[in-house]
């Protein structure tokens, strides 16, 4: 039963999308992990009694102290964490707090204990596991190459942000879908030269190109180095000779930047991405920002870091501003985009060494194992190349559900086929013990998916209502979904932030009678946040000092926002709400200092107008993303006047007209 429940999990996790839900692809991932995790430990259970013993395989004392370590670690840094309740159930956006990462290692420990079986049939069924997970694989790569050709299937999804990417299978963004592609791509190999029947090699040969070009298609270059180093690794272990591969791509890659200027190279998507222009390598420039901020705030705490999915919010601390022009004009990046970086900030050195060494540890396996099947020494070796390009991969970003959860069960793998010896625990219940003991262990798993992946759903759905209602005409109506949602789900912070930000712009525009709900509701959403993640945050101190605004109590309107500009000083959100509150309380010279503070974090709207293609692009996206920026302008000219500084208010009203100019020249060229 377990073996079926693995194999399920493997399949639903990447597989599954709920348009109905806000966050239509991460959330329903990470409840399907969680139902299936608990329906896992059911299914071990289940096994257990019903054959009389508890089975698990040797392995030496390193293994038992590097996941013991990590285990460790990650219950330090959650208990240390800047947020706890964040590090406990992960940002709404990825989802990765403890609770997942436990998930994982009990897929992880899991996948050892069904599969590390010394018995006649465990390769073949090792091997009809990894059959599986390929076939899988298979389909989300061919739905993203159906994709690349038949956009209007994602005719509901923003690719603006992706640079027009639209191939993102069901993993909602494509650097996702390569390296969920680029974990399964060497087991395919193993497929087409173990599967006894040639129409089955040939289907596996078809699979394995449809997976490449779906990996090249998606213009992700951090997989595609990563591939690059799979290719040398399984070269130098294996046949030499095939290093002539990864020389006919070094040897490609230095054609299209000789030829880069070229009109074919400019205009075809993939090949431009390739090139040393300045537009392709934005992502590396931001990154040039955020590496050396996240190693000041890593010398800060560096053994526990401050707790998984903390980054945003302390990264807000030290966030150049730099980055608001090279990224998204938002708030925060949550990501350092490096493995490194990432698992140190978030658990410390300690974690980091515990992390790496098991991951090592399975790697060394993979390759030196010591089974005498040809096949499952195979699969090791697939499973350790696969391992070591997300590594390479993961250098220069970060895993999601999918991906985190197919590394496990690779590892998983990797302890299995190398174990030697079984230790067995036998277990002899009597009937009654065995009836309390189902009776427990189910109830524990409906509470469990209850909790874990059916309240979640509901509460994105009522949020996703909402939403979808917050026009005008809807306000109250979206409102009440939003209550729904937080009541829901009152652990998803996210809701109650964003709800309570909502309910203050709707008292604007409410009539009288209607602005005590509006504002009493604020109050209901900012009181859950802070029993939340506390009222010394950035989120909870900027949406406080907002209702104090509306309240008129400017003095501790104005502390709360000093407080939330010291927590992140280049918030955008942040700062402009201030500039506002100060101009609604008619301290027009400390909002205009706090206007031009907002409008110095990005120099984009001085630059004239754009001269190339690429510049025009970049317009257009950054104040498409940002449009609060160009109404920005026009309320800084505004509170000119009323200072009637005359110079001021010109520059600032003929920069509005001049972006509004601009911008309405390139859309018509669009």
Known sequence: MLKKFLTITALAVPLIVVPQAHLTFALPKIAALYAFTILCVLAFFIDAIKNKKISFPKFSKKFHIFLGLYLLS?????????????????SYERQQGLISFISYIAIFLLTIS????????????????????????????ALGILQYFL?????????????????????????????????????????????????????????????LAAIFLTATRSALVALFVGFIFYAIIKNKKLLIIPLILVATFMGIN????????????????????????????????????????????????????????????????????????????????????DTTAAIGLFGLISYLSILFYAICLGIKNKTETPLMKAISLASAISLTMLFINNMFSFSTTEIRLQQFIL????????????????ISLKFPAKIIIAILITTLSIFGIYNLTIKPLLADYYFDQGYTNSSDAGKKTALEYFKKAVSTNPDQTYYSIKSAKYAIISVKFADQNDKQYFMDAAEFFLAQAIKNIGENQADTLSVKANIEAFKKNHDASMENFEKAMQKAPNSPNIILDYARALKAAQKYKESLTIYEKYLNLSDIWKFGKPKTPSEEKQFRLFFKNSPQLINAIKETAEVANQLNDTVKHKYYKESYEFIKTILKEITKTV
Request: charged share 20%; proline share 4%.
């Open 151 to 211: 956009p209007g299937l994602l005719s509901n999804y923003s690719t603006d942000i992706l640079d027009g990417r639209v191939i993102v299978g069901t993993m909602g963004n494509p650097n996702f879908l390569a390296a969920y592609l680029l974990i399964t791509l060497p087991l395919f190999f193993i497929l087409q030269k173990y599967s006894t029947r040639k129409i089955i090699k040939t289907f596996w040969i078809i699979a394995m190109a449809i997976s």
């Open 114 to 141: 069904a599969f590390g079986e010394n018995k006649k049939d465990t390769p073949r069924k090792i091997f009809t596991f990894v059959e599986w997970i390929c076939l899988i694989s298979f389909f989300i790569a």
């Open 258 to 341: 000789i030829f880069s200027q070229t009109n074919f190279i400019k205009n075809h998507e993939l090949l431009n991405r390739l090139t040393f222009s300045e537009e392709s390598l934005r992502s590396l420039k931001s990154r040039a920002y955020i590496w050396p901020a996240t190693i000041e705030i890593i010398k800060e705490r560096p053994f526990f870091g401050y707790g998984m999915e903390n980054f945003k919010e302390v990264f807000s601390k030290v966030s150049p501003k730099e980055l608001l022009t090279v990224e998204r004009f938002t708030d925060s990046i949550d990501r350092a985009h490096n493995e490194i970086l």
């Open 74 to 90: 990650l219950i330090i840094s959650t208990t240390l964490a800047l947020q706890p309740h964040t590090a406990i159930f992960g």
């Open 411 to 426: 590892m998983g793998i990797i302890f299995a086929i190398s174990a030697q010896k079984i230790i067995t625990q036998k």
